[in-house]
């Protein structure tokens, strides 16, 4: 039987016990184990709980990076048979942002700088370690926010592979039409569609998207706009049907183009739809007429 006093509990932790530590997984690039104590004394007097190997030799970097996760890396410049540079070329031939801060006692600004340029993250004066904790915080958020930025993109990129693949299969020409303050037209994206309906690439229609008004047969280029004025103004679906003239072969063709409107920035509007062939459909209802 246990009695709780439940206002005892509530209290604060007694002062003087510490908060817990992050750990982190550091890498050593050191050829004296009493530099390296000191590393780690003050790495863990900054605030985190260190799960550390030294390393002096090209050979164990190398193993070390093949066959663990790491989380920092920090180097000493001169060592027994190769320098900091060595190092640090290494490790970024292995993990292009692995976080990598040279501590030296003796290293030049020059030279300093040089390692900045090739990939390193900072430099400490190993007269100077209280630099190490925060500069060792200020590497890790920065490439938190790289890979960060890569995953994004990659995953965008991914999306957009995605949607070229789905757009891909689909018949006819899917499509943004954009028109500006001015009523100038664009098209900000054009799928391959275009070459089968129109005889015109994605490419020439972004370059000039007057190309496109001009292959609707019988003059309608201009009727084609009014209709997207009104559309604009009233934010009204565009479904127009009509002829286009191909410019290469001069085969006529009835195509049905379907457009959504949405306004951005006040006078300009952005149409998504899509482009479709639909002259089976019109011979067809010309050979019903017919019958």
């Known amino acids: 039987f246990i009695i709780c006093d439940k206002s005892a509990a509530s209290r604060d932790p007694p002062k003087g ?9 550091v890498l050593l690039i050191e050829d004296s184990e009493d530099d390296a104590a000191l590393l780690l004394k003050d790495i863990d007097r900054s ?21 663990k996760e790491w989380d920092v890396v920090i180097s000493d410049y001169d060592l027994h048979g190769f320098s900091g540079m060595d190092a640090l070329h290494h490790v970024r031939q292995h993990d292009a942002d692995l976080p990598f ?7 030049g600004e020059d030279t300093a700088i040089e390692a900045m340029h090739a990939g390193g993250h900072a430099y400490v004066w190993k007269n100077n370690l209280s630099r190490l904790g925060p500069a060792i915080e200020r590497a890790l958020r920065e490439i938190t926010v790289v890979r960060a930025g890569r995953q994004a993109q990659d995953a965008l990129q991914e999306n957009e592979e995605r949607l070229h693949a789905l757009v891909s299969n689909i018949p006819g020409v899917v499509l943004q039409l954009f028109r500006d303050w001015h009523g100038g037209y664009s098209f900000p994206y054009v799928s391959s569609g275009s070459m089968a309906l129109l005889e015109l690439s994605p490419r020439q229609l972004q370059d000039d998207a007057e190309l496109f008004f001009s292959v609707l047969a019988d003059n309608q280029g201009a009727e084609f706009k009014r209709l997207l004025g009104r559309s604009a103004e009233q934010l009204t679906a565009v479904n127009w049907e009509g002829r286009i003239k191909t410019p290469t072969s001069e085969s006529i063709k009835w195509a049905n183009v ?27 209802e010309v050979e019903i007429i017919q019958s």
Do not use: C, F
Not at 101 to 107: E, Q
């Open 17 to 25: 016990i510490p908060d817990m530590k992050t750990s982190i997984r």
């Open 47 to 67: 605030g985190y709980e260190p799960i550390h190997a030294r390393v002096d030799t090209l050979e164990a970097l190398e193993h070390e990076l093949q066959h």
């Open 101 to 107: 801060i040279i501590v030296s006692g003796n290293i």
């Open 258 to 284: 379907r457009l959504s409107p949405r306004r951005i920035d006040g006078s300009r509007v952005q149409w998504e739809g899509i482009m479709m062939n639909v002259s089976r459909q019109k011979q067809a």
